[in-house]
């Protein structure tokens, strides 16, 4: 990755760390929260909607194949702005295609892929930078910022969307013109994104520009990798990377159909709008404040002591969203208050893992090194949502939502484990 050489003017890393990790949580949003709900509007299975998010962001998990590639555009900073440049025009490729009276599912979904690629190839880069320009403290400075970015654009073109594509359909739109609209002003955020990355990114220090060959990147790549994997602390954080989050990886790929699912399959009832209307100041004070929270108590405590209680704290909210299913008739302020809860306990433990996946990745080649631990990280997040929809359909509700606080207990094994192996002494 790039070595920075002396800063002249201030850096404004804290603007490209905004601007980049809402640009990064666009993509990501819409496939995973915005695309269920607008496949279960038109009435496909849970199984189905869950098959198709997973295999779509699976095939995100290709950016450990930029490692080698990426340095040989250039400086990181180009490659990170031409990226954004393509994906905001195979976002507006998606809206043209979503907008038309006679779509075409496969170029629909040949769309969406290629934004997951292309995505993947932006994610790597931008990880990388930001492991790599940053030192342990500046990174545990902005760690919060950084979640707090990323969430705020996972609402806006989550829940955001969901919103304005309801309350188009409510307004007798059609429902293709209401997504394309929906689609426009997820361009137009990313848009100002680009814009405010453009800007900081000319207040960072001079980069040397990569001259090495491709074989020597491939080389210093499995290199970089095969060192990684032989540190007596890769197993402990693999264990993090799979079951740390286990339960809220469950509970997420289900909880939005069973939010807008109807009152006779088990689920809350709430419709496009109302949900999109909760979701949004839950998720974005919830997950702000548990993601600054994180942050925080790491600085404080350092990771290693901070693993495990902001494991448990991540989890003890499973127990009231696992109440809410089985008394799905309960008042929005419940809803929301628990809503709240969960999203702020997730965002403190979330925090802990990134900062782990970090101080694994930091070092020569970083951005190779939190290449691989982000593509794992990846497949444990998108692997169960091949079951997942299935399961809750044949469990119900209720009972597949105590499976996954069940994995709870793993999770909080593994921060053990993780305490022990990232014991700074």
Same mark, same amino acid.
């Given at each position: ?20 990790? @809402?640009?990064? $949580?666009? =993509? ?20 189905? /909607? ?13 950016? /450990? ?30 809206? @043209? ?17 290629? +934004?997951?690629?292309?995505?993947? #190839? ?12 940053? *030192? ?19 609402? +806006?073109?989550?829940?955001?969307? +969901? ?13 293709? *013109? ?60 693999? #264990? ?13 790929? @289900? ?25 949004? =100041? ?7 404040? #548990?993601?600054?929270? #994180? ?20 989890? &003890? ?16 302020? %419940? ?26 990745? $930091? ?8 290449? &691989?631990?982000? %593509? /794992?990280?990846? @497949? ?46």
């Amino acid at each position: 990755m790039d070595a920075p050489a002396q800063i002249t003017r201030p850096r404004l890393a804290w603007l490209w760390v905004v601007g980049g990790f @809402v640009f990064q $949580a666009l =993509p990501a949003a819409i496939r995973e929260e915005a695309l269920p709900v607008a496949l279960k509007n038109i009435g496909i299975s849970n199984a189905r /909607i869950t098959q198709v998010v997973a295999i779509l962001g699976l095939a995100v998990a290709v950016k /450990i194949l930029w490692a080698p590639l990426m340095p040989l555009t250039g400086p990181t900073r180009r490659f990170i702005l031409i990226a954004q440049a393509c994906l905001l025009l195979a976002l507006l490729g998606l809206a @043209v295609l979503v907008g038309q009276a006679s779509q075409s599912t496969l170029l629909i979904l040949g769309t969406l892929t290629l +934004i997951s690629v292309l995505s993947a #190839g932006h994610d790597y880069a931008l990880d990388g930078y930001f492991v790599s320009s940053l *030192d342990d403290q500046g990174r545990a400075k902005h760690s919060g910022l950084l979640n707090f970015a990323s969430k705020t654009g996972q609402v +806006i073109a989550g829940p955001g969307l +969901i919103w304005w594509a309801g309350h188009q359909m409510s307004q007798n739109v059609a429902a293709n *013109d209401a997504w394309q609209g929906a689609l426009l002003l997820a361009i137009g955020v990313g848009a100002l994104a680009w814009a405010a990355n453009q800007y900081a990114f000319r207040r960072e220090p001079a980069m040397t520009v990569p001259t090495a060959t491709f074989g020597d990147r491939l080389a210093a790549m499995l290199g970089a990798l095969r060192d990684m994997v032989r540190d007596p602390r890769f197993p402990a954080l693999l #264990g993090l990377i799979f079951f740390y989050r286990a339960s809220e990886i469950h509970m997420a790929r @289900v909880l939005p159909l069973f939010a807008i699912s109807t009152a006779a399959e088990g689920g809350l009832a709430l419709g496009n709008e109302t949900y999109a209307v909760l979701r949004i =100041p839950t998720a974005i004070l919830g997950l702000a404040l #548990g993601g600054l929270f #994180g942050s925080f108590i790491v600085t404080q405590r350092g990771l290693a002591k901070s693993l495990f209680p902001l494991g448990l704290l991540m989890h &003890l909210p499973l127990l009231g969203i696992a109440w809410l299913a089985a008394n799905p008739q309960v008042n929005l302020p %419940t809803i929301s208050a628990l809503f709240f809860i969960e999203y702020f306990a997730y965002g403190a433990g979330l925090c802990a893992l990134l900062l782990a996946m970090m101080k694994m990745a $930091a070092g020569e080649e970083a951005a190779t090194r939190y290449a &691989l631990l982000s %593509t /794992i990280a990846l @497949v444990a997040s998108y692997l169960p949502g091949l079951w997942a929809g299935s399961l809750a359909q044949q469990l119900g509700y209720a009972h597949y939502f105590l499976f996954a606080l069940a994995l709870a207990i793993p999770g909080l094994l593994a921060a053990y484990w993780g305490r022990r192996a990232f014991n700074e002494g």
